[in-house]
């Protein structure tokens, strides 16, 4: 098969879990427009008003084509072909709303949608596609003051190599003698330093908040977990501490030295989605003396026994999507609270593990920084 003659489209679904999709006509409003997240020019994948997405991939050659999804691209459905040539699909259901991974497996060989714009996610270069939210305006790109994104590189020498981070610093940074605080935000399995910029819009979402008068301005560091080195399944072989090293040891001195920072404790945070939550845990006990505030993000939870005889933290922060696991992160903070610390839960709605629950999260959290 010639792969450089396909004109593929597609669109793909996760919904905490992995929903299958096939071709499902009834019921569904025929209002289908680009994804936000197509290459230029392209029609396809497409979504509709309802949630629903259409894909529609042309390969004459090919026998088999199946559209893989979410973390881990497991799942999957395969597709019809007609008698043009054509692969056509849509969702059987609605999708999640927000950001979704996908990829193509076609004969057996896995190719990304030339359609589509690509993320990292799942160890790989993924495809990507957006379901408009109805709450998407709080991290829309708006007419407001932006702060910057600039890629950094650190020197390392627990591991012999410079390394890199996104830094964002907030409108009107630089102008003046002002320090900031500073949030360590990290990433999940199979993501990258990448992830919160660019699936999550980490930087649109505090430019709205910080606009808006809702969250104080601080700097967000974002740097790689080292957590892809761990196969899918095998999260329990992960150990923290050459991560824990090259964090508090490398990458916190040098934005400090390079950075206007407030340097205490209580002007810094760590938080973290999914198994960037993890290493949030361990590192915030760890190293309790260097983080005044906490946040897991789908990332477990905290206890008060394994917080006792540590400074204590400022701020505990607990979220997921309601189709996950609400009730274990309500009942952690409540427990918290009871032992006289300031616990919030957040439960984002309608999601389960994916980045609405997690933009929305922080959404919930920047306001709660730093006061």
Not at 172 to 196: F, I, M, S
Not at 265 to 278: D, E, K, P, V, Y
Request: hydrophobic residues 35%; glycine residues 10%; aromatic residues 12%.
């Amino acid at each position: 098969m010639n792969l450089k003659c396909m004109t593929i489209a597609l669109a793909a679904i996760i919904s905490c879990g992995f929903c299958q999709a096939q071709i499902n006509s009834g019921g569904v409003k025929e209002d289908f427009k680009a994804s936000s997240l197509n290459q230029p020019g392209q029609e396809f994948p497409q979504v509709n008003s309802q949630g629903y997405a259409r894909f529609r991939i042309k390969a004459p050659q090919a026998d088999s084509i199946r559209v893989s999804l979410g973390l881990g691209g497991q799942g999957g459905t395969r597709l019809v072909k007609n008698a043009d040539g054509y692969f056509t699909g849509t969702t059987s259901g609605a999708m999640d709303e927000g950001f979704h991974y996908y990829h193509l497996t076609i004969d057996g060989g896995v190719f990304n949608d030339p359609g589509a714009l690509n993320y990292f996610g799942s160890a790989r270069w993924e495809s990507g596609i957006e379901i408009p939210a109805k709450d998407q305006d709080f991290y829309a790109l708006k007419n407001v003051p932006h702060g910057h994104v600039q890629q950094i590189l650190f020197p390392s020498k627990s591991t012999h190599t410079s390394r890199r981070a996104y830094v964002y610093t907030p409108p009107g940074y630089g102008k003046g003698n002002k320090r900031y605080p500073v949030l360590y935000l990290q990433h999940g399995w199979g993501e990258d330093e990448t992830a919160w910029s660019n699936q999550g819009r980490a930087n649109l979402i505090m430019d709205n908040l910080i606009a808006e008068g809702k969250s104080k301005a601080f700097i967000i560091v974002m740097t790689y977990g080292m957590t892809n080195e761990i196969k899918w399944g095998g999260i329990k072989d992960f150990k923290i501490e050459t991560f824990q090293t090259v964090l508090t040891e490398e990458l916190i001195p040098y934005i400090d030295a390079s950075f206007s920072t407030l340097t205490d404790r209580n002007n810094r945070a760590m938080a973290g989605l999914s198994m960037g939550g993890m290493e949030t845990h361990s590192i915030t006990l760890n190293k309790s003396e260097l983080f005044g505030y906490y946040a897991l993000l789908s990332g477990g939870t905290f206890n008060a026994a394994e917080l006792k005889d540590k400074p204590k933290p400022k701020l505990i922060f607990i979220s997921c999507g309601s189709r996950e696991h609400p009730e274990g992160v309500k009942n952690a903070v409540a427990a918290l609270k009871d032992a006289d610390y300031n616990a919030v839960a957040y439960i984002s709605e309608h999601t389960g593990h994916e980045f609405q629950t997690w933009r929305r999260s922080l959404r919930e959290l920047g306001p709660l920084l730093f006061n």
